[in-house]
T-cell receptor, first 116, second 109 residues
């Protein structure tokens, strides 16, 4: 399958600071990238969908000013958690797809964020 | 979000048995259906995808899709302890993927 690389794999930050997570498709052009959050023992929750060159579409209840998503190229999307707080501690996972729902999504390895 | 329902389990089967995982979805316009496996602390990995009604087999895995009933299932034959994981059903609708809550499977040696 295609390779999606997510960086960093884990990060610890102080409350009030911002953290940027990168998601790269290494061997294909990702028309669409998805960002998920997963709390322990819970399922993936879609946060937002981003298409290259356009603004991300956020799911209901997700603060777009807090979770900034940039999809500047067909191989890179970033998620910035601004002014992070302990309740933002979670496992953040990106996935990328070449043609939206017509093809499968490939996942990055995830980023475990801990805010102290 | 559009609904994708799975029995959360846990589902326990003895080694060598068939594990049956089920998923229903609410959006009749859904076009693509996926099964992912997720080990604890890891990202999901794709096992199977299916687009058309009927069965699709890949090794020990069989995906079954019934669009009329809005139902997709995954059968794992000759279950192994290494199959113990959470299995996520995902449905593609429009330009979105929606996941179920996952079914925890334990294969008992």
């Amino acid at each position: 399958g295609a390779v999606v690389s997510q960086h960093p794999s884990w990060v610890i930050c102080k409350s009030g600071t911002s953290v940027k997570i990168e998601c790269r498709s290494l061997d294909f052009q990702a028309t669409t990238m998805f960002w998920y959050r997963q709390f322990p023992k819970q399922s993936l929750m879609l946060m937002a969908t981003s298409n290259e060159g356009s603004k991300a579409t956020y799911e209901q209840g997700v603060e777009k000013d807090k979770f900034l998503i940039n999809h500047a190229s067909l191989t890179l999307s970033t998620l910035t958690v601004t002014s992070a707080h302990p309740e933002d501690s979670s496992f953040y996972i990106c996935s990328a797809s070449q043609e939206g729902s017509g093809s499968e999504a490939f996942f990055g390895q995830g980023t475990r964020l801990t805010v102290v | 979000q559009k609904e994708v329902e799975q029995n959360s389990g846990p589902l326990s089967v003895p080694e060598g048995a068939i594990a049956s995982l089920n998923c229903t979805y609410s959006d009749r316009g859904s076009q693509s259906f996926f099964w992912y496996r997720q080990y604890s602390g890891k990202s999901p990995e794709l096992i199977m995808f299916i687009y058309s009604n009927g069965d699709k087999e890949d090794g020990r895995f069989t995906a079954q899709l019934n669009k009329a009933s809005q139902y997709v299932s995954l059968l794992i034959r000759d279950s192994q302890p290494s199959d113990s994981a959470t299995y996520l059903c995902a449905v593609g609708s429009g330009n979105q993927f929606y996941f179920g809550t996952g079914t925890s499977l334990t294969v008992i040696p």
